[in-house]
Nanobody, 121 residues
Framework: QVQLVESGGGLVQPGGSLRLSCAASGSIVRIDAMGWYRQAPGKQRELVATITSGNSANYADSVKGRFTISRDNAKNTVYLQMNSLKPEDTAVYYC???????????????WGQGTQVTVSS
């Protein structure tokens, strides 16, 4: 069974930092793009950042210069370093990965269960 497990969410004051992690496990042949999305109450899920297997990163305008996405291919893990957090960053953050699995032998998009990030004083 293939799964993505996130960790690192929590409560932080405005201006603070958090680091999210997402580890993939299971019968994985290859992981292509990985990314982070978020969904605030009453809003649609939106892209935060993505990173290719070649470490090319893409960011939403709202987080550029504050968030950094990275990955450790040896650990099948993607990270999101979040600095200078604002109340508007409050949301459930979801990890996403396009993975080629053994059974079934195909590439599919997988999602983590989500981790809550709350920015408040």
């Amino acid at each position: 069974q293939v799964q993505l497990v996130e960790s690192g969410g929590g409560l932080v004051q405005p201006g603070g930092s958090l680091r999210l992690s997402c580890a993939a496990s299971g019968s994985i042949v290859r992981i292509d793009a990985m990314g982070w999305y978020r969904q605030a109450p009453g809003k649609q899920r939106e892209l935060v950042a993505t990173i290719t297997s070649g470490n090319s990163a893409n960011y939403a305008d709202s987080v550029k210069g504050r968030f950094t996405i990275s990955r450790d291919n040896a650990k099948n893990t993607v990270y999101l370093q979040m600095n200078s957090l604002k109340p508007e960053d409050t949301a459930v953050y979801y990890c996403n990965a396009d993975m080629l699995t053994i059974a079934p032998f195909r590439t599919s998009a997988y999602w983590g269960q989500g981790t809550q990030v709350t920015v408040s004083s």
